[in-house]
């Protein structure tokens, strides 16, 4: 059961319509990239309010107070390339000082087993909350190994963000890797026989760079 799982769906109205936008075929590639970019801001928006805040003397232009501001708590982006990489722009926006790591992962169209290639990380990320990001969550072969390889390289505490997610993904990702959340903008039905999820939105990847 999804609910007993460490998920949590993000099921704002924008987020929703947006990702329907995202969904029709007919969207290009320009329109498909500004979509994920905005509901990558938004959904960052939604897990962030937990943050940590502080109290801080500041001076308004009328008198002294205390105001809140962040603890200074530090953050990482890592995007998983390809398809990750359409999440980043919308995230920095609302948190423009974030490091950002990058690992390099790739299904083998065959096996669906996934492929690393590339990793560049913060050296402090042992000491960063790391947001993963890929819109994709299918077989769930690629996020847990990026999530398996951040642990490796130090990461203690890292949450998953994706758009789209199958059933078998999410439950093999909090099987792998339980002490990660997963948030997701949506848990559809299934796999077909290719491993793309179904409904879906097709190849992220190819959509958001034009290379289908
Ligand atoms: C897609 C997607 C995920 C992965 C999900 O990447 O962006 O990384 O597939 O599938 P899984 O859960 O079954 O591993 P893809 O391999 O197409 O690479 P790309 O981002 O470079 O297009
Ligand atoms: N990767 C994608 O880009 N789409 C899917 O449906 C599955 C994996």
């Known amino acids: 059961m999804i609910e ?101 992962m790739y299904r083998d169209p065959k096996t669906l087993a996934p492929v690393e290639y590339y990793c560049k990380l913060p050296t402090d990320v042992a000491d960063r909350t790391l947001i993963v990001v890929d819109p994709m969550l299918a077989t769930g072969g690629s996020a847990a190994a990026a999530l398996s390889l951040l642990k490796e390289k130090g990461a203690k505490h890292i949450i998953f963000l994706c758009l789209v997610s199958a059933p078998q993904g999410i439950e093999a990702l909090n099987k792998a890797h339980p002490d990660i959340k997963i948030y997701t903008a949506s848990v559809d039905q299934k796999l077909n026989e290719h491993g793309y999820i179904v409904p879906g939105l097709g190849d992220a990847g190819d959509r958001l760079f034009g290379t289908l």
Do not use: W
């Not at 502080?54 to 008198?63: E, G, K, Y």
């Open 4 to 104: 007993d799982l460490n998920v949590s769906v993000i099921d704002h109205p924008l987020v929703q319509h947006k990702l329907t936008l995202m969904r029709m075929q007919e969207t290009g590639t320009k329109d498909f990239r500004e979509l994920l970019e905005e509901i990558s801001m938004l959904m960052a928006y939604e897990i962030t309010r937990d943050l940590p805040l502080v109290d801080m003397d500041i001076t308004t232009p009328v008198v002294k107070c205390k105001s809140k501001t962040l603890d200074g708590k530090k953050l990482g982006l890592i995007p998983i390339l390809r398809a990750g990489l359409g999440m980043v722009d919308g995230i920095v926006k609302l948190i423009p000082t974030i490091k950002i790591g990058h690992v390099g």
